[in-house]
Nanobody
Framework: QVQLVESGGGLVQPGGSLRLSCAASGSSFGIYVMEWTRQAPGKQRELVAS???????NYADAVKGRFTISRDNAKNTVYLQMNSLKPEDTATYYCNAVRGIFRAWGQGTQVTVSS
């Protein structure tokens, strides 16, 4: 099993930046595909970005060119660099570890984009 703890959320003005971190413990971090998902009030959870253990990345159209996902397998950590933030990016952001049908969740970190 793997345990995930997100950090780095907060309040930021439109156009600003935040970097989210997700620290993993308890299992072999490198075997998992890591994802960031988000859920805004009244909306369905959506995939924001993912990164394979080989470093291949995938992004939702809404964040392409603004967000960057990365991972440091030596530190068991995945990051989400978020630039040019918009009010519609406001959501709770979750880190996920995926391997086959197994999916682990973190507790989430709140990101609020508002002036």
């Amino acid at each position: 099993q793997v345990q995930l703890v997100e950090s780095g959320g907060g309040l930021v003005q439109p156009g600003g930046s935040l970097r989210l971190s997700c620290a993993a413990s308890g299992s072999s971090f490198g075997i998992y595909v890591m994802e960031w998902t988000r859920q805004a009030p009244g909306k369905q959870r959506e995939l924001v970005a993912s990164i394979t253990n080989g470093g291949s990345t995938n992004y939702a159209d809404a964040v392409k060119g603004r967000f960057t996902i990365s991972r440091d397998n030596a530190k068991n950590t995945v990051y989400l660099q978020m630039n040019s933030l918009k009010p519609e990016d406001t959501a709770t952001y979750y880190c996920n570890a995926v391997r086959g049908i197994f999916r682990a969740w973190g507790q989430g970190t709140q990101v609020t984009v508002s002036s």
